[in-house]
């Protein structure tokens, strides 16, 4: 029931929006490290505070699995303590999957994610670019109501080397869309969107626009809203006429926005709830979600 609990969560809150928590250590407040007096302890309070901060204003959250693995034993301890709290307080919960480079590391983080209770969340993101064998041991958890996002076109400046190259009729990126078309086109939710959707890139809006013609069905997650050439605009070209069937996901923008408070970060939750409020209100200015 993943996909069709985010959508219910959007529409409640009349909020397509996603707060990524992984956030470089200058986006951390200082007085953090000092009173907790260890890197680990630091950003699960941060982490910990903004979350119970930001409950009522935004539906979903997303952790990264490589974010905290690099910080060691008492990072994944730590994240799997922040995952089993953001579904305590209500947030539709997304963990981008550890790097998946061949079949039985796929077998592995589905196994681990999935099947486990160490991790537990709503949906994985992970990279379709090893082909379908990064899907495939995922979709078992699919059907029996997770969800599987996969990265069809990225935000970054250099994703246009490789993933906007041409394919034969098609770029690269449209052929991986295809490919994670094929392996959800028979597991939908209620809602109608299928529980593989795809990750797209905020600032490539001819990219959105075709992929949510060529794929009506498929839910999107519109990443890159805190890259220079996002904007909420190009959001919106995700989004079918009820404001259904996708959602934005912003990180810095909002976790680290007491920086453009100029603020010393002593009030980085109100700083943090005045951004998601700012994100809300920019992207209802182009979709209104009934």
């Not at 219910?8 to 907790?36: A, C, Q, W, Y």
């Not at 970054?156 to 052929?175: I, K, T």
């Amino acid at each position: 029931m993943s996909v069709d609990m985010l959508q219910e969560k959007i529409r409640k809150l009349k909020n397509p929006s996603m707060v990524d928590f992984g956030i470089r250590p200058e986006g951390m407040p200082p007085h953090l490290l000092s009173r907790e007096g260890n890197a680990v302890r630091a950003y699960t309070r941060f982490c910990r505070e903004l979350m119970e901060g930001l409950k009522d204003t935004v539906p979903a959250v997303r952790f990264s699995f490589g974010t905290f693995a690099l910080l060691g034993a008492e990072g994944m301890a730590a994240l799997s303590a922040l995952l089993r709290q953001a579904g305590e307080l209500g947030y539709y919960v997304l963990l981008d999957a550890p790097e998946i480079l061949s079949p039985w590391g796929a077998d592995r983080a589905a196994e681990t994610i999935f099947g486990g209770e160490d991790y537990p969340c709503d949906g994985v993101l992970v990279s379709p670019y090893i082909g379908s064998d990064a899907l495939k041991p995922f979709l078992p958890y699919c059907r029996a109501g997770k969800d599987l996002f996969a990265v069809v076109r990225s935000p970054n400046r250099s994703a246009m080397e490789l993933q906007d190259l041409l394919s034969g009729s098609r770029l690269v990126h449209g052929a991986a869309a295809e490919i994670v078309n094929r392996n959800g086109e028979m597991i939908f939710g209620q809602c109608g969107y299928s529980r593989v959707g795809a990750v797209v890139s905020a600032g490539a809006p001819g990219s959105i626009r075709t992929l949510r013609a060529s794929y009506k069905r498929m839910f999107l997650l519109v990443d890159g809203l805190d890259y220079p050439s996002g904007n909420y605009r190009n959001c919106s070209c995700a989004f079918d006429r009820f404001g259904h069937g996708a959602i934005a996901c912003a990180g810095p923008s909002v976790t680290a926005a007491w920086q453009d408070g100029e603020s010393d970060g002593t009030d980085y939750v109100a700083q943090a709830k005045l951004a998601a409020d700012r994100m809300k209100k920019n992207l209802t200015r182009y979709v209104t979600v009934l």
